[in-house]
Nanobody, 116 residues
Framework: QVQLVESGGGLVQPGGSLRLSCTAS????????MGWYRQAPGKQRELVAA??????SNYADSVKGRFTISRDNAKKTTLQMNSLKPEDTAVYYC???????????WGQGTQVTVSS
């Protein structure tokens, strides 16, 4: 059974940091490309950062230089978010793909709110 469990969200002031974690089970993590997405109210879900099975990462322009995605052998994918801005406020989700194809599994998401 596939499960993606996100955690680490919360309320933070502008300029602050949060560290999100996604723990995957029921997937072939070693060959999966992992990604973090976010969805703000009234907006479409967008890709924030992705990391391939080989460790290559890419980022949305809006988060480059502020966010860092990483993965470990314990099937965990982490998103370190620094210098947070109010426009980063959204529900953050993780997702996986095999060879570029998503199987449509999503976790419950974790809310990130950046506000003073």
């Amino acid at each position: 059974q596939v499960q993606l469990v996100e955690s680490g969200g919360g309320l933070v002031q502008p300029g602050g940091s949060l560290r999100l974690s996604c723990t995957a089970s029921g997937i072939m993590f070693s060959i999966a490309d992992m990604g973090w997405y976010r969805q703000a109210p009234g907006k479409q879900r967008e890709l924030v950062a992705a990391i391939s099975s080989g460790g290559r990462s890419n980022y949305a322009d809006s988060v480059k230089g502020r966010f860092t995605i990483s993965r470990d052998n314990a099937k965990k994918t982490t998103l370190q978010m620094n210098s947070l801005k109010p426009e980063d406020t959204a529900v953050y989700y993780c997702n996986f793909r095999y060879g570029g194809t998503s199987l449509g599994y999503w976790g419950q998401g974790t809310q990130v709110t950046v506000s003073s």
